[in-house]
């Protein structure tokens, strides 16, 4: 006589071992055999679910094996639970109940994300195309509270990685440490003066070595503007001023401060009025992509989701 239990036997499987859901039935099926149960037919319950019959049929066999019980008899009559299929009905209702419960919570869940949205930006992004997009959004979804949080691209990413941000955008050459992206347009760095500056009359472009040797009036380091020259410039930009706004900057630059390097989208409508003028630069790189950007791994879902497929629209 063997002392070993048969659990212990070489070879044995234990109709417990393995994964909870190669054990117990999908949800489609018990809410077929639920259906059977109410309706006493299995025609009928495959028209409620929207199925074929025969599909139905191969579920319920799929699932007598799975199980390793009879659950349905069935007869030119209909279809009538066994014994073991009335007991197994009773516990599929249970689970469908707590399934209901969960999806209805998980509704909840997306109705609270789906109720507001808080994307930072850095300046460029947040005065000149954030609005647009903004005003587009609050038509598709006009239930959804916006914040919105304006800062340069460093702050932008340290939002973002604080969990104080949906979504971001912002204008640099590099994607923060953490940051996953996505370029959504493109943009070009120039160099303005007022019209009384002397780069104003000014008959040939401007080199690299003089737009470096020239005290101007630039954003703050930890912009995206300023990483862009900087990298232009070998590091070598001199700043007469630094502001962490792009209006400022443009202030200051229309009122005679300096020169300034400002973002194409920011002076349409200054260079329009010849309240100031575009200095032409040879060779100097000041193009730069615009990215949305959001935590590594976790891809914008709802409301952020639908503001990413505006910015490409």
Do not use: C
């Amino acid at each position: 006589m063997s002392t070993r239990d048969d659990h212990d036997r070489p070879g044995h499987r234990d109709a417990s071992s393995g994964p909870l859901a190669h054990r117990v039935p999908d949800l489609g099926a018990l809410e077929l055999l639920l259906a059977v149960a109410r309706l006493g037919s299995l025609g009928g319950a495959a028209r409620e679910l929207g199925i074929t019959q025969p599909a139905a049929s191969s579920r319920i066999r799929s699932m007598e094996r799975q199980l390793g019980v009879a659950l349905v008899d069935r007869s030119p009559r209909g279809s009538r639970l066994t014994d073991a299929g009335a007991l197994v009905t009773d516990w599929a209702r249970r689970i469908v109940e707590a399934a209901e419960a969960f999806d209805a919570g998980a509704q909840a869940l997306r109705d609270r994300r789906d109720s507001r949205l808080r994307v930072a930006a850095s300046m460029t992004i947040a005065e000149y195309l954030l609005p647009g997009w903004l005003l587009a959004l609050r038509a598709d979804r006009p239930d959804t509270a916006v914040s919105l949080l304006a800062g340069n691209s460093a702050a932008v990413a340290e939002r973002l990685l604080a969990g104080e941000a949906d979504v971001g955008f912002v204008e640099g050459l590099t994607v923060p440490a953490g940051l996953d992206s996505a370029v959504i347009a493109h943009d070009r760095l120039i160099v303005v003066a007022a019209p009384s500056h002397a780069w104003a009359r000014r008959r040939r472009p401007l080199t690299a070595e003089e737009l470096a040797a020239t005290p101007l009036v630039l954003r703050e380091e930890g912009s995206g503007t300023r990483q862009v020259l900087d990298a232009a410039l070998g590091g070598l930009a001199r700043p007469l001023i630094e502001l962490s706004s792009t209006t400022a900057v443009k202030a200051a630059a229309v009122g005679g401060a300096g020169p300034a390097v400002l973002s194409e989208l920011a002076v349409g409508e200054e260079l329009g009025m010849r309240r100031l003028v575009r200095i032409p630069v040879q060779g100097v790189a000041l193009a730069r992509d615009l990215r949305a950007v959001w935590p590594t791994g976790h891809r914008p879902a709802g409301p952020a989701r639908d503001l990413l497929s505006l910015t490409r629209g």
